[in-house]
């Protein structure tokens, strides 16, 4: 049995909690079949270490959102991610990933 495999492109975008539905909005038009949400992401970056407390509101809370897409959809969703930061902290990283089963990735 031969396994294909295809090149696709993995977006993990780390946001403070509030923004998260503007940016699932950004990936929902760019194409994106899909995403994985992790709520509460805990870390430490160039604003200061982030900790989940029972007491923290969703402004200082960071949640993640993973997808993989076709690198033309990466392309439009760091292009538009890149307004929410122009305010607010994130991050949002990018790697080449292969994938088994290509239509699950794609519309």
């Given amino acids: 049995m031969t396994v294909s495999f295809f090149p696709m492109k993995k977006i993990e975008i780390i946001i403070e909690r509030?923004?998260?539905?503007?940016?699932?909005?950004?990936?929902?038009?760019?194409?994106?079949?899909?995403?994985?949400v992790i709520n509460s992401v805990d870390g430490k970056g160039t604003h200061g270490l982030r900790e989940e407390s029972v007491t923290m509101l969703d402004?200082?809370?960071?949640?993640?959102?993973?997808?993989?897409?076709k690198e033309e959809t990466a392309l439009e969703i760091i292009e538009g991610i890149q307004d929410l930061f122009e305010t607010y902290s994130g991050v949002v990283y990018v790697s080449d990933v292969q994938v088994l089963r290509r239509e699950h990735f794609e519309k």
């Fill in 18 to 36: 509030f923004q998260l539905k503007k940016a699932i909005k950004l990936l929902d038009s760019a194409g994106a079949v899909g995403y994985t």
């Fill in 59 to 69: 402004v200082i809370q960071n949640a993640m959102i993973i997808s993989v897409v």
